[in-house]
């Protein structure tokens, strides 16, 4: 019988030594496996287990694109994988009656752009920054930049205005928010503003 207490252990040490995948293998076992399952059904399980991140991991190897950065196509590529895989994961649930998670308590609205970048389009907007960073500062890094930047995404028409996304290339949060209050505090024709948020 396993002992789901080393399991539990062997998974943080294996994450911890860069093997991610055999982890995702003790974790499956965890998650889905029965604890007296024989010696042979785990083996069989394992080869499955390891062929198919094997096969995901050649098949994004030779699907993207040529050259450093990631391509539009590129990530249209690693959203396909992603939505295939929790498609899988929503019929696995479904199969074995393990419901929705539970839903977080709700919470007051939101104001502009006060939440993290939305799930659908942190890739993107992360490749945006990046290039952006790139074009205008070369490989300085840090202090050493000379440009700063500010990435605005919001949907067209949205009638729920409480969802701006927005990333920077700058170190402090506060000080994108002060620059913000500074703009709008020119186009209303008031004083300018000082200081941090």
Request: aromatic residues 8%; proline residues 5%.
């Amino acid at each position: 019988m396993a002992d789901r207490a080393y399991l539990e252990r062997l998974t943080k040490r294996l994450t911890d030594e860069g093997r991610l995948i055999e982890a995702g293998w003790v974790g499956l076992r965890l998650a889905a496996i029965a604890d007296n399952a024989p010696a042979a059904q785990l083996e069989e399980m394992r080869m499955a287990f390891m062929g198919g991140a094997a096969h995901l991991f050649a098949s994004i190897t030779s699907i993207l694109d040529p050259g450093e950065e990631p391509t539009a196509d590129d990530l249209a590529r690693m959203n396909n994988i992603h939505n295939e895989l929790r498609a899988f994961e929503e019929e696995f649930k479904r199969k074995h009656g393990l419901g929705k998670r539970a839903e977080p308590p709700p919470q007051p609205a939101p104001t502009l752009g006060d939440q993290p970048i939305e799930r659908g389009h942190v890739d993107a907007m992360n490749v945006c920054a990046h290039m952006l960073d790139k074009f205008f500062n070369g490989d300085a890094q840090g202090d050493a930049r000379k440009m700063g930047f500010v990435l605005l995404l919001f949907k067209f028409g949205e009638q729920d205005t409480s969802r701006c996304n927005f990333i920077s290339n700058g170190a402090d949060r506060r000080d994108v928010v002060t620059l913000f209050k500074e703009m709008i505090a020119r186009f209303e024709g008031q004083p300018e503003m000082e200081g941090r948020a």
